[in-house]
C-alpha cells in the first residue's frame, strides 16, 4: 500500500530546495525567542544511509547535496543548510560518551543525509515541541527510535492529513507545519489543500509550508494556485527547475515549495540565493527558477 520510501530520493535537489527553505523558516521563529510547535505531517525516518541499497538505486543525492557538500564559494543560507547536513555526518560521542575531537574546517564523507525532523531536531530549542506523524510503521519505528527519547517530542503512526486538525491551535500559539506527502496516490493534492484548509480555519496564524513535486500533472500544476486561495495574510511560492522530463514527458524536473505566512525575510533571501543555487543543481541548459511573493 505504501510503496514510497524517501531513503531512495534522499538529498535530491528536490530536498535541497525543501531543507533549505525550512532551516530559513524555523530560523526565524528560533530568533524570534518564542517557543513554537513543529508539526511534520509527512515525516520519513529522519534520516538516511546514502550508501544503503535503496539511496544507492539512483544516486540522486549526487545531483543535489553531492554537487554542494565541498563547495567554499556557498552563498551564507545554502551554506547554513550545507553546515547542518555536515554535522550530521560528524562522529558521535565514543562509548564513554567523550565528544569526539574535530579539527577545525574538517568536511566528513558524505555518508548520511538528514530528514526534515533532523533538520528541525537541530535547529529548534529545549522549549519547542516536534510532532512527527508518519504512516509507514517501519518509518515510524525509526523515528521512534531516535526521537522518542526527546522531551516534548511526539510520533504518531498516522495519517498526518486527518492528524494535523489534532495539533491545531497549539499551545502556545505559535506553529510551523511542513506538509511533505509523497503524492504517490493523485489524492494527496485533494487532501492537501483539504488540511490546509481546515487548519487555516483552527490557526489562520500558522506558518504553513507545501512541497510539491514538478511534474506533468494537472493537479500538480494547479495545486499553488488553489493553496494561494487559502492564505489572505500572504503567501511566497518558489519553484526550482533542474532537469527535463523524459522522452514520454514524464519525471520529477524540479520541485516547489509553498508558503503561507512565510517570514517576512524569506523572499529576499531566497531571491538572493536562487540564481546560484539554480546554476549549482542544472542539469539541463534551460534549468530556471520561479519566486513570487504576496506580502500580508
Ligand atoms: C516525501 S516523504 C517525507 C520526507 C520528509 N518530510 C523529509 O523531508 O525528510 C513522505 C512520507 O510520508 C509518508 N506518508 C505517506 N502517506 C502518509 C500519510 N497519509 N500520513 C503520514 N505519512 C504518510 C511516507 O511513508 C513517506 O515516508
Known sequence: MLAYRHAFHAGNHADVLKHLVLAQV???????????????????????????????????????????????DMPAPVADYVRLVHDFNLPGPDEQGNPPVIEKGYTPPLALYPGSPSIARALLTPGDALRLFELHPADARTLMTHFGGRRNAQILNEDGFAGLKSQLPPTPRRAVVLM?????????????VAALRDAMTRFAEGVYMVWYPQVSRVEAVQLPKRLSALAPKGWLHVRMTVAQPNRQGFGLSGSGMFILNPPWTLHATLEAVLPWLTQQLAQFDGASYHLEYQPA
Do not use: C
Request: without cysteine.
Open 180 to 192: 511533505d506527502p509523497s503524492y504517490e496516490l493523485v489524492g494527496d493534492y485533494g487532501k492537501t
Open 26 to 72: 524555523l530560523q526565524y521563529m528560533v530568533d524570534k525567542g518564542k517557543p513554537f510547535r513543529y508539526i511534520d505531517t509527512h515525516a520519513g525516518a529522519g534520516g538516511y544511509l546514502l550508501k544503503g541499497a535503496q539511496a544507492q538505486k539512483n544516486a540522486e543525492y549526487r545531483e543535489g547535496i553531492g554537487r554542494l557538500w565541498s563547495r567554499a
